[in-house]
């Protein structure tokens, strides 16, 4: 079941930065997760690319191609975070039942922090909620839209 980490309901965030709040969150290994910090990685990567950064509008909303070129530019060598997973993905909620995510747009990303047998526990940096995905729930999701987008940083032990 989700529920909220700071007890405090969240409002007006803003779209499309739940990958980049995902970045942090994996960059700092759980401890930056921030609007702010979400901004500063998208700073960094766009900068990187030699792109114009708008901070107004700072969206990830590029294709799995461009989503994978971002992640290996930050964990392209992997990420020393103790033995939690650290993985990100990407789904359309409007199509993922039962994870309680509210749709805020076509595609949602969040952080995979551990798998225990088929199930694996996520947390959403941006709404700040914790749950869990089946993998009977994953297996539907997939079958309907043709694949899943999980992108990993790799595993530590």
Known sequence: ???????VQTCALPIY??????IAYIN??????????????AREYYGHCGS??????????GSSSDN??????????????GSSSREIFVFNPNLME????????EYHAIVITRHEGSVMEYFDPQNRTYGQIT???LDDYTARNGKSSFFRAGRSS
Do not use: H, L
């Not at 930065?17 to 995902?22: G, L, S």
């Not at 114009?52 to 909303?61: L, R, S």
């Open 17 to 22: 930065d739940c990958w980049w709040r995902c």
């Open 68 to 81: 994978r070129q971002c992640f290996n530019y930050f964990f392209g060598s992997g990420v020393d975070c």
């Open 28 to 41: 700092s290994c759980g401890s930056n997760y921030s609007a702010d910090d979400a901004m500063e990685m």
């Open 98 to 105: 039962g994870m309680g995510i509210s749709p805020s747009g």
């Open 52 to 61: 114009t950064f708008n901070e107004n509008k700072y969206g990830f909303t």
């Open 135 to 137: 993998q009977e729930q």
């Open 1 to 7: 079941r989700d529920r909220d980490v700071t007890g």
